[in-house]
């Protein structure tokens, strides 16, 4: 232990010791650099600057059909699939040329209601009696006739039958439906019962039969002729939609031994003929006309196809369309038509592709139905069974999707025979078939409209950050794929990426791995959406099938250089 | 920012209360030093003291970091943290260690009673103790500043808060004039324990796959209390109990004199452990494969599920709480090697070297320096020393006076670097240990 010494002695060391507790305090060494204030220090952080990588749980496989759906949800309706996978798109639908039944009044054919005939005779005593001898018949009394007064009768009329469509250029023949020939004749100022009758009534030769008699003793003053059925009417020629033609009466009425009024023969007697034509609701119909037409009409269809209104400015070449025409009808006319195909884009008719002269189907029976299958396609080995082929250039129709087709028929009615049955529903209905097999005669460029992808949840991790979308994909489709991934902030205003990032390319029918750069120029963003710009590119002659599909496994984004503001944080 | 205050506040407050610990290591190079003790329990003092509330007070706090690890001074005046772009990850990364520690270890003494007759001394004293442990891996900074494929050692993010009361009884004792031995038994009454530790857990980042092995667990016992929500979230909260656990531990020394002038010692103090009953035990344990990020579509819009994933991550670290039970926690144990040599020619000045090694579970520290000191008379003893170890230069320097019956020390282990200021507060630039000692007591 230390000797007890002076203090004075000491007194160095302990300064020494004490100093050295001083060095102590003061041997810190200040740093100016580092007098912060808290204010003054930055809170912004950058982390992952060399990535993080984050996998992606879902494999996503999009099918062919699914990229369709995509593409626009309207298209979908009209794809389907052939017994081979490969997918077509199809449009079908029908329409009823009404034009035709309705501008040709086929009731007036059928019916001639204008048609009948009341023929009425006067005879006069002075017709057959000598003027003398009546002049010293005394006034009054009754005068016997001993022997027969024959009355010799010839007279004409005209028979008109109106209201025959002016379509109508010749009758071949025309069916009555029950319409019966009837005469009658009564008598006034001659004995009730003393007269007979032998007239024959004389139609115009197009009528069968033509010549009806009436025979008899009257009754009563009165004579009727049995009913005798007029079957038809043929081998006529209408004039401005009427038939006129002479008829005539001829014959006898004989009074036998009698005695009759005097004052009764100075006045005269009549003998009334009436002749009627016409059924029992006093009409004249026909059953079934076979006549000649000279008739056109025009009549179109619209079909409003319904594409979606982004494929207007894309320019298709569908290698293999078509256009299947199916027309039905259980008309008799024999009809040859020019049809027109019209595409209508926004209103705007373009060029038609037309056939010429193609028969129509004709039925010989209201009861059946014929029908004819056209197709309009650019390879007759693309026809349905059983179409007739007509080649026609369906793909410059559809070099750009229209909205409608307007198909319009232009019909002829050929001069021979047609057949109008009464009462006979009379339709022409056409069904349209459109297809187009997906495939191309050349390569095609699309870029359908993608929802972007709702980042926001992650959008505060995200501004300035560079990423990258890595994966394998595999590509069983003839499409290829073009993707760019925009990045959106919340306004979804694009954030510049730098030259050449966020792009990415998947052939067709290929297998690999990808890896899309997304590198924002910017760091004061942040990444609200994720906005996928796909080009689909399509190589021609290369049907696709519902099978094909597109895989995108082992996905993965990796994220680099993550800024967060203090502010984010919070 | 007002995160950021109270973290200053915190750290400047530690570096004003200043450092040296239950082991005020200065005191080893003093002479008349009655607590030396504490350092070697072989030490036999020449008097008899005593000392009552607030008698001696030691603070030690330790950092192997500082903030010229987190705060980096642009051109401009500007200043961004380690984690800014304008950072490299090398130079961040290459400023922090492999395990980043704070440790403080508060002891104030109650009371000491001390009674010595030269050859033999009975001590005894209680200590009220707080120890606080926070270790933070490098790997953790490395993962969020860089990413990139690899596997992250995320074990060792550590914490742990100890408060307990300190009942020691010690008895040392000359056996001959070259050596004396001496031993302390403490009695640890535990107060409060929260332990919290990442121990094995692993982040691995390979091509497109994360893959997280989680071990970790969650204890508290005594005073601190948590509970876990049905989503795994922890709330922490207090108990009604003050008396968490107990346990033991036990200073031993050997102090040998081979030569006249040459004074050597060996010691290990604070080995034992203190068992807790514990309040609230839960473990995050197992392999997640982390699959990966939703992405559905639907109604054409396809929706990146975020959240989910985050969510997903979260799961790997989602308390599941264990039966209650007990757990035993090491006391933070120091080993030491001394030796002093006293002056030929002037008793009064010798020199010393002293290495300590610190061993405590995420925050062990190495410490070697040698001091002179003059003791001129035997009222005043002075001593500076210089050091180096896991915290960097240090240095030491203290002041015993004894004033008839009063011993004032005062003293301090500091460190050697810069400083600058956060707000007018003086921070640490570099790593740090530094230890306050203030002794009052009564020898007799």
């Keep these: 232990m230390t000797t007890p010494i002076s203090a004075t002695r000491h007194l160095l060391p302990a300064l020494l010791a004490l100093g050295g507790i001083a060095l102590g305090v003061v041997s810190c060494v200040p740093d100016d650099r580092y007098d912060i204030r808290t204010d003054d220090i930055d809170l912004d952080v950058t982390v992952f600057e060399d990535g993080i990588t984050v996998p992606i749980s879902e494999t996503l496989t999009v099918s062919l059909s699914e990229i369709m759906d995509k593409a626009g949800e309207e298209l979908s309706d009209y794809i389907k699939t052939a017994d081979d996978g490969t997918m077509i798109l199809s449009y079908e639908s029908s329409a009823q040329l009404e034009n035709l039944t309705d501008d040709l009044d086929l009731s007036s054919v059928s019916s001639l209601a204008g048609f009948h005939a009341d023929v009425s005779f006067t005879h006069q005593l002075s017709d057959f009696l000598d003027p003398s001898i009546i002049e010293h018949l005394p006034s009054s009394g009754t005068v016997h006739l001993n022997s027969d007064l024959v009355i010799n009768i010839n007279q004409k009329a005209n028979l008109k039958i109106e209201g025959i469509s002016s379509e109508v250029v010749e009758i071949k023949e025309l069916l009555l439906d029950n319409v019966m020939v009837e005469m009658s004749e009564t008598f006034q100022g001659l004995p009730a019962d003393a007269v007979s009758t032998d007239l024959t009534f004389t139609l115009p030769p197009f009528f069968e039969p033509n010549v009806i008699t009436l025979k008899g003793m009257a009754v009563g003053g009165k004579i009727s002729s049995e009913p005798v059925q007029l079957v038809k009417i043929a081998g006529v020629v209408p004039e401005d939609g009427a038939i006129i033609r002479e008829v005539g009466v001829s014959g006898t009425v004989t009074v036998g031994s009698s005695n009759l009024d005097i004052a009764t023969v100075r006045d005269g007697f009549n003998a009334n003929l009436k002749v009627s034509i016409a059924n029992s609701q006093g009409e004249i119909k026909i059953s079934k006309a076979t006549v000649v037409l000279a008739y056109d009409f025009e009549e179109s269809t619209t079909v409003n196809l319904g594409f979606p209104e982004e494929f207007r400015d894309v320019e298709f070449d569908f290698y293999d369309p078509g256009v299947t025409l199916g027309i039905q009808t259980n008309l008799g006319i024999p009809m040859t038509a020019d049809i027109d195909l019209v595409p209508v884009i926004a209103g705007v008719e373009g060029t038609p592709v037309s056939l010429k002269n193609v028969s129509l189907p004709y039925s010989a029976s209201a009861s059946r139905t014929e029908s004819v299958l056209l197709y309009l396609g650019r390879y007759e080995a693309s026809k349905p069974a059983g179409a007739e082929y007509h080649q026609a250039d369906i793909g410059s129709l559809l070099k750009h999707l229209p909205d409608e087709l307007k198909i319009v028929f232009k019909a002829h009615v050929l001069s021979s025979d047609t057949i109008i049955e009464a009462d006979a529903d009379y339709a022409v209905d056409v069904n349209y078939n459109l297809t187009m097999p997906l495939e191309l005669g050349s390569d095609l460029e699309y870029v359908p409209d993608i929802e972007p992808i709702d980042l926001s949840s992650a959008s505060s991790y995200m501004s300035g950050a560079a990423f990258t979308l890595s994966g394998k994909y595999l590509n069983t489709s003839p499409l290829g794929l073009e993707v760019t991934m925009e990045l959106l902030d919340a306004d979804k205003k694009l954030v510049p990426q730098e030259a050449g990032s966020g792009v990415f390319a998947i052939g067709a029918a290929s297998s690999g791995e990808f890896s899309l750069q997304l590198s924002p120029t910017v760091s004061d963003k942040a990444i609200a959406w994720l906005k996928p710009v796909i080009k689909i590119v399509i190589k021609g002659k290369q049907p696709l099938k519902k099978t094909d599909y597109i895989e995108l496994s082992d996905l993965a984004i990796t994220v680099a250089g993550i800024s967060v503001s203090p502010e984010e944080l919070q | ?444």
């Design chain 2, 1 to 444: 920012m007002k995160r950021l205050h109270i973290i200053t506040v915190c750290v400047g407050a530690l570096l004003c209360v200043g450092a040296a610990a239950q082991s005020f290591r200065t005191g080893y190079f003093l002479d008349n030093y009655v607590y030396g003790y504490r350092i070697n329990p072989s030490q036999v003092s020449e008097d008899s003291f005593f000392s009552l509330a607030l008698g001696n007070i030691d603070l030690q706090h330790n950092m192997n970091f500082g903030v010229k690890s987190f705060l980096y001074p642009q051109q401009g005046g500007k200043i961004v943290t380690g984690l800014n772009s304008a950072v490299s990850s090398s130079e961040f990364l290459g400023n922090l260690r492999a395990h980043n520690t704070l440790s403080v270890d508060e002891n104030i003494n109650i009371i000491t009673i001390g009674a010595s007759n030269g050859s033999v001394m009975h001590t005894f004293e209680i200590n009220a103790r707080a120890m606080a442990t926070a270790s933070v891996p490098r790997d953790i900074f490395a993962f969020v500043k860089k990413g990139g494929e690899g596997t992250y050692d995320l074990g060792g993010f550590y914490v742990d808060a100890t408060g307990l009361t300190d009942f020691a009884y010690g008895l040392a004792f000359k056996l001959t004039d070259k050596l004396s031995v001496g031993a302390r038994a403490h009695f640890l009454l535990g107060h409060q324990n929260l332990n919290f530790n990442t121990a094995n857990s692993r982040l691995t980042l390979s091509g497109s796959s994360i893959s997280i092995d989680s071990d970790v667990y969650l204890r508290t016992a005594g005073v601190a209390q948590v509970s876990v929500d049905g989503e795994s979230r922890v709330d922490a909260g207090m108990s009604d109990s003050y008396i968490g656990g107990a346990g033991f531990a036990l200073d031993l020394g050997v102090t040998y004199c081979p030569i006249p002038g040459l004074e050597t010692m060996v010691s290990i103090t604070d080995l034992g452990f203190i068992s807790w009953d514990d309040n609230f035990t839960g473990h995050a344990y197992g392999s997640h494969q982390f699959e990966g990020v939703d992405v559905t579509y639907e109604d054409g819009s396809a929706q990146a599920d975020v959240d989910g994933a985050l969510e997903k991550l979260e799961q790997a670290f989602a308390f599941k709480p264990d039966s209650e039970g007990s757990h035993n926690t090491g006391m933070p144990m120091n080993f030491a090697i001394g030796a002093k040599y006293r002056m030929p020619f002037y008793e009064g000045l010798s020199v010393a070297a002293l290495m300590t090694a610190h061993s405590a579970r995420c925050a062990n520290w190495f410490d070697f320096r040698v001091g002179a000191t003059i003791t001129p008379a035997r009222i005043l003893s002075a001593t500076v020393n210089v050091g180096a170890g896991t915290f960097g230069a240090s240095y030491g320097a203290a002041l015993n006076l004894l004033l008839g019956p009063i011993n004032l020390v005062l003293g301090t282990d500091g460190f050697l670097g810069s400083i600058g200021t956060i707000d007018g507060i003086p921070v640490p630039l570099g790593g740090i240990m530094e230890n306050l000692h203030v002794g009052l007591g009564f020898a007799f």
